[in-house]
């Protein structure tokens, strides 16, 4: 565990690193916007159909998704709540008060997940982690968290149209789709297209975490003060919620490992995204994704133990 999150910092560094010294003049958000499109659009699909068209399909195929839908609802409605009553006695702003619970809610279970618990539990892991993400998060992201944001924030309102759109132009909506196909199917890939689909995996663990690193600043204390609520629902809160659902639907084994996890994972950063889409407080979101990865070096060692035990 120590080994894998050292890693992960000593990298993660090295794109604060790059954030600060700008090689080749090159723009910190380009950069990450960059890395982040060569990942979505070509990387990750070819280990969504790798994985997924080989592994093996089972109950908790069905049940991990449904866990991680009822972790990030209730999640969502825990936030909404607590943040509610902070709005009462502070001069928490409506704007400000969405994207805390965005932050609250959506994990970075994807870019940070993936090598975490590939790192923790094998390879066997990155099936769960990839129906966590596909399943469950973006689907909520899109079709319940853009919405929150579009009400509360400036711009045209999300439709329900629109965000199945959204979903659809990813390819690794349509990558899981086909590995799933192939599965059912029992198509056995040729070892060609394994060996090409393994290499084009390689690279999606240090990219997505050198991109963890392009998007972190350096917080303010008085606005720190404001984001610890959302650090500790979502590190702390946020996993305890999916260790009470998993166990309730009867997990256990790896599959109960993974979402617990993930649901411990730091914030998204598809939440800066969507906070700049509508107008909302974006520096709070980039601060509750620096505070959450910050913190998660140390909620993470802990949790890893108790998911141990």
């Not at 965005?102 to 790192?119: C, E, K």
Request: proline letters at 5%; hydrophobic letters at 60%.
């Amino acid at each position: 565990m120590i080994e894998n999150l050292t890693a992960f910092f000593i990298i993660i560094a090295g794109g604060v690193f790059f954030q600060w010294k700008k090689p080749g003049n090159l723009e910190p958000d380009s950069a990450r916007h960059a890395i982040n499109t060569i990942v979505i659009k070509f990387f990750l699909p070819a280990l969504c159909f790798k994985v997924i068209a080989s592994a093996n399909i089972d109950i908790n195929t069905v049940l991990l998704p449904a866990s991680a839908i009822l972790t990030i609802l209730i999640s969502l409605l825990f936030s909404f709540a607590v943040f509610t009553i902070i709005e009462k006695f502070t001069s928490l702003s409506k704007k400000e008060k969405i994207v805390l619970i965005l932050a609250s809610t959506f994990g970075n279970v994807t870019f940070l997940g993936l090598p975490l618990l590939t790192g923790l539990y094998g390879e066997g892991a990155a099936q769960y982690v990839l129906l966590y993400d596909l399943m469950a998060t973006m689907p909520l992201l899109w079709f319940v968290g853009a919405s929150l944001a579009s009400s509360y924030g400036k711009g045209r309102k999300l439709s329900i149209w629109e965000s199945v759109k959204i979903l659809a132009q990813l390819p690794p909506i349509w990558a899981l789709i086909l590995g799933f196909a192939a599965n059912f199917a029992g198509i056995r890939l040729p070892g060609f297209l394994l060996k090409t689909l393994e290499l084009m995996s390689m690279p999606i663990v240090p990219l997505m975490i050198f991109s963890v690193g392009l998007a972190l600043t350096v917080p303010k204390v008085k606005e720190t003060i404001i984001v610890l609520p959302a650090v500790i629902i979502k590190l702390c809160i946020s996993p305890l919620i999916a260790f009470a659902i998993a166990r309730l639907l009867g997990m256990e084994g790896l599959a109960l490992k993974s979402t617990i996890t993930e649901a411990a994972m730091p914030t998204m950063v598809l939440t800066l995204v969507i906070a700049s889409q509508y107008k909302l407080n974006h520096n709070m979101a980039a601060l509750a994704i620096a505070l959450t990865t910050a913190a998660a070096f140390i909620t993470m060692p802990i949790t890893s133990f108790f998911v141990g035990r």
